[in-house]
């Protein structure tokens, strides 16, 4: 899989920047945003808050799965 089009967040357990998210799925929150969830390959669970724009493309793309 292209790892330029994954979906890159912090890993808070481990202090990386940059990781690439694995098994993203894609949710909208309660006020009407998109958060990604999904694990760093490690095992490390993973979040992170996108766009309307980078979420649609992140689906598009098929990097993460629509959870909504």
Same mark, same amino acid.
């Given at each position: #899989?292209?790892?330029? *089009?994954?979906? !890159?967040? $912090?890993?808070?357990?481990t202090k990386e920047k940059n %990781?690439?998210?694995? =098994? /993203? %799925?894609?949710? !909208?929150?309660?006020?009407?945003? $998109?958060?990604?969830n999904g694990n760093d390959g490690?095992?490390?669970? #993973? +979040? /992170? ?5 980078? +979420?649609?493309? +992140?689906?598009? =793309?098929? %990097?993460? *799965? !629509?959870? $909504?």
């Amino acid at each position: #899989m292209d790892t330029s *089009k994954m979906i !890159k967040a $912090y890993c808070l357990k481990t202090k990386e920047k940059n %990781v690439p998210m694995q =098994d /993203a %799925v894609i949710t !909208k929150t309660a006020r009407g945003g $998109y958060i990604a969830n999904g694990n760093d390959g490690k095992g490390n669970k #993973m +979040a /992170a808050i996108l766009s309307e724009a980078k +979420a649609h493309q +992140a689906i598009a =793309d098929g %990097v993460a *799965k !629509k959870g $909504y």
